[in-house]
T-cell receptor, first 114, second 114 residues
Framework: NAGVTQTPKFQVLKTGQSMTLQCAQD?????MSWYRQDPGMGLRLIHY???????DQGEVPNGYNVSRSTTEDFPLRLLSAAPSQTSVYFC?????????????FGQGTRLTVV | AQSVTQPDIHITVSEGASLELRCNYS??????LFWYVQSPGQGLQLLLK??????LVQGIKGFEAEFKRSQSSFNLRKPSVHWSDAAEYFC????????????FGTGTRLQVFP
């Protein structure tokens, strides 16, 4: 019963490096999303996907790319990391069903860009 | 645009005392409202949610919240706090037809003294 799995848990990057944060869910959820959490700012939506092949931007999409080739996976790519992207990143999935909607969150990836 | 305000950044209570965490939202129609809890180093767990109907909502771990349309509020309460309730609490709002896109408040950190 894995739920939402994020890897890695911790990562340090140098400015300009690229990397992919992995997110996988085993609940067959249609909807997946990425948030970043910064002190005093709560969680802000980066990108989301309503199903395989469909993605859209959230509140803070700049500097990040996503794709959704399968229902299970929703990776987040940083093409050229910047110190401003130092944050904790959370992936979430949900199965929108009216009042049954509930988002399930991964454990988070703590990213530091130096 | 929707927004969520959690006016208390940090709250300290004694174990056994009652608790109320404040949440105000801004949205033109009836929102969907959520409270999540985040323990240190963990992801977010749903405590409770309001979609419609009874304005007093019961959640897990003995928490409840009351939706007050006239005050645009959705305050979280617990009659007797336990040391294990120490965590960060987030209020979130979603809109009809877009229930998977959550807009979070900035969070309230709860500290519990024995």
């Amino acid at each position: 019963n894995a739920g939402v799995t994020q890897t890695p848990k911790f990562q340090v990057l140098k400015t300009g490096q690229s990397m992919t944060l992995q997110c996988a869910q085993d609940m067959n959820h249609e909807y997946m999303s990425w948030y970043r959490q910064d002190p005093g700012m709560g969680l802000r939506l980066i990108h989301y996907s309503v199903g395989a092949g469909i993605t859209d931007q959230g509140e803070v999409p700049n500097g990040y790319n996503v794709s959704r080739s399968t229902t299970e996976d929703f990776p987040l790519r940083l093409l050229s990391a910047a110190p401003s992207q130092t944050s904790v990143y959370f992936c979430a999935s949900s199965y929108s069903k009216g009042s049954s909607t509930e988002a399930f969150f991964g454990q988070g990836t703590r990213l530091t860009v130096v | 645009a929707q927004s969520v305000t959690q006016p208390d950044i940090h709250i300290t209570v004694s174990e056994g005392a009652s608790l109320e965490l404040r949440c105000n939202y801004s949205y033109g129609a009836t929102p969907y409202l959520f409270w999540y809890v985040q323990s240190p180093g963990q992801g977010l767990q749903l405590l409770l949610k309001y979609f419609s109907g009874d304005t007093l909502v019961q959640g897990i771990k003995g928490f409840e919240a009351e939706f007050k349309r006239s005050q645009s509020s959705f305050n979280l309460r617990k009659p007797s706090v336990h040391w294990s309730d120490a965590a960060e609490y987030f209020c979130a709002v979603a809109t009809w037809g877009d229930t998977d896109k959550l807009i979070f408040g900035t969070g309230t950190r709860l500290q519990v003294f024995p």
